[in-house]
């Protein structure tokens, strides 16, 4: 194994920014390349490599980066233990930032999900360069940003799909309901003056009659281009944001650079209160 980080992408897109990120702020610390394990998708029917129409500085692994095993192994089972791998792998142990991780210098393999800043708030700066899109907003992208530019405008993201529709997913996330997103408006409108509203959702007649106290709204519907990264950078555009439990909207959110923003995501992250969540959060969020 090279003298690189080495991180595992699975997931979706907002999981995959967030593997990214703790790989990329760990090589910028220690000056060492970062290499981009994507075999876990492989065995992937829903997801793929989502990071390539964004500025990232990576090249991809291959298996003689891996460590030890692993690399022969391979693709379906690059979650081993340890103990089968080698030392320099580490999985995350869970959702609790781990500050020992900060510390790690190469040859390093993780494997995990590594929400939260905490992991890459020193190099924010540069995370958000790293995301910035190889391509110009497509026209009715573009149209939509035009329009709320220079103008106190909320993204409301309303996850739904899978996560509404599918019982064994719904048993694990949950969905934030509309009497949620009735109260975070309140929060919202006691910050910022006359806000108006742009709702970004997978199900926007769901939430067109379900959040009709988001009186003027513009709803996005989801387009089938399969350039998700534009509708979270068009997200980034709005000022201030009500996110949903998705690490979408999280990142949505993230790359909005404006110091004075107002962000309010849920509390309970999970439907299940038994996952610690306190550090997926950043600390200037409110929580709701």
Request: aromatic share 10%.
């Amino acid at each position: 194994m090279p003298d690189a980080y080495v991180t595992a992408l699975t997931g979706g897109l907002g999981n995959q920014m967030f593997q990214y990120a703790v790989g990329r702020a760990l090589s910028a610390r220690h000056s060492a390349p970062l290499l981009l394990d994507i075999r876990g998708l492989a065995n992937d029917p829903l997801r793929r490599y989502a990071l390539p129409s964004f500025r990232i500085s990576a090249a991809l692994a291959t298996d003689a980066d891996m460590p030890r095993e692993l690399g022969r192994i391979g693709r379906r089972l690059h979650r081993l233990p340890r103990w089968l791998t080698g030392n320099r792998r580490f999985v995350e142990q869970g959702f609790p930032f781990d500050p020992a991780i900060a510390a790690l210098k190469p040859p390093v393999h993780l494997a995990g999900n590594w929400q939260s800043e905490k992991y890459f708030a020193d190099q924010a700066e540069l995370i958000r360069a790293d995301f910035q899109l190889l391509e110009p907003l497509t026209p009715d992208r573009e149209a939509i940003a035009s329009e709320i530019a220079d103008r106190a405008v909320v993204s409301v993201h309303v996850r739904r799909g899978d996560y509404a529709n599918n019982p064994a997913t719904n048993a694990y996330h949950g969905t934030c309901e509309p009497d949620w997103y009735a109260k975070a408006q309140q929060l919202i409108e006691q910050q910022v003056s006359s806000p108006a509203y742009v709702v970004f959702s997978d199900d926007p007649d769901w939430a067109r009659t379900n959040l009709p106290f988001l009186a003027g709204a513009l709803f996005v519907d989801p387009s089938t281009d399969g350039r998700d990264e534009q509708d979270m950078h068009l997200m980034a555009r709005c000022h201030h944001h009500i996110i949903a439990n998705s690490s979408f909207s999280w990142w949505g959110a993230w790359l909005n650079p404006r110091p004075d923003k107002v962000v309010i995501g849920p509390r309970q992250w999970f439907r299940s209160p038994k996952h610690d969540t306190r550090d997926l959060l950043p600390q200037d969020w409110i929580r709701l």
